[in-house]
């Protein structure tokens, strides 16, 4: 069983089960699928209820802190005890691509180049993982919720919102893709 567990699986396995997710968070406690509320749920739990963005009962919500940490232990799982012992595969054209803008180690699931510590105190690095965190996290909030909240739960309700969001954080990962990450690979 081990080994089944080890090998890659088809990319529709995942689709299938976080697809049914919405409707058994729904059956189970009319609960809606999202991830980037949670910090708001931490920080309400832990910081004084001084600003009113975090002046609610939070502990109604505590499912969710239960279900990302569910993640986060599935994750670890997955990366220590289950992990791949395959090497990672990358289309040959992407690395040539990457390896003209100076990304060229594909060891790991993410460039060590560009995401790591080291990579963290270059002007290339603080931009891809601090500047882009932060955007990410501003956008998320400003969007009224992630991907997964819009583009899984908001568009199987049908709201509009959530297709404008969804199209939104397409658009903005093509633009990035095709047009910036070029440009701030060079840095």
Same mark, same amino acid.
């Given at each position: 069983?081990?080994?089944?567990?080890?090998?890659?699986w !088809?990319?529709?396995?995942?689709?299938?089960?976080?697809?049914?997710?919405?409707?058994?968070?729904?059956?189970?406690?009319?609960?809606?699928?999202?991830?980037?509320?949670?910090?708001r !749920? #931490?920080?309400?739990?832990?910081?004084?209820?001084n600003? /009113?963005y975090?002046?609610?009962?939070?502990?109604?919500?505590?499912? /969710?802190?239960?279900f990302?940490?569910?993640?986060?232990?599935?994750?670890?799982?997955?990366?220590?005890?289950?992990a791949?012992?395959?090497?990672?595969?990358?289309?040959?054209?992407?690395?040539?691509?990457?390896?003209?803008?100076?990304?060229?180690?594909?060891?790991?699931?993410?460039?060590?180049?560009?995401?790591?510590?080291?990579?963290?105190?270059?002007?290339?690095?603080?931009?891809?993982?601090?500047?882009?965190?932060?955007?990410?996290?501003?956008?998320?909030?400003?969007?009224?919720?992630?991907?997964?909240? !819009?583009?899984?739960?908001?568009?199987?309700?049908?709201?509009l919102?959530?297709?404008?969001?969804? #199209?939104?954080?397409?658009?903005?990962?093509?633009i990035?893709?095709?047009?910036?990450?070029?440009?701030?690979?060079?840095?």
């Open positions: 069983m081990l080994d089944l567990l080890k090998q890659p !088809h990319w529709s396995v995942a689709g299938v089960l976080i697809g049914l997710t919405v409707p058994f968070l729904y059956l189970i406690g009319n609960k809606p699928f999202g991830i980037s509320s949670s910090f !749920h #931490v920080c309400a739990a832990c910081l004084p209820n600003a /009113n975090f002046n609610y009962d939070w502990k109604r919500e505590t499912w /969710n802190l239960f990302v940490f569910g993640i986060a232990l599935g994750g670890a799982i997955g990366t220590f005890v289950l791949n012992p395959e090497a990672i595969k990358i289309d040959a054209g992407v690395q040539q691509q990457l390896a003209a803008q100076g990304v060229t180690d594909f060891t790991e699931i993410v460039p060590a180049d560009v995401f790591s510590w080291k990579g963290l105190f270059t002007v290339r690095g603080f931009v891809m993982i601090v500047v882009g965190g932060f955007l990410v996290g501003f956008g998320t909030r400003y969007a009224g919720g992630c991907t997964s909240g !819009h583009s899984i739960t908001g568009i199987s309700n049908l709201q919102s959530s297709l404008i969001a969804t #199209v939104c954080f397409m658009t903005g990962g093509f990035m893709t095709w047009l910036l990450l070029p440009f701030i690979l060079k840095l």
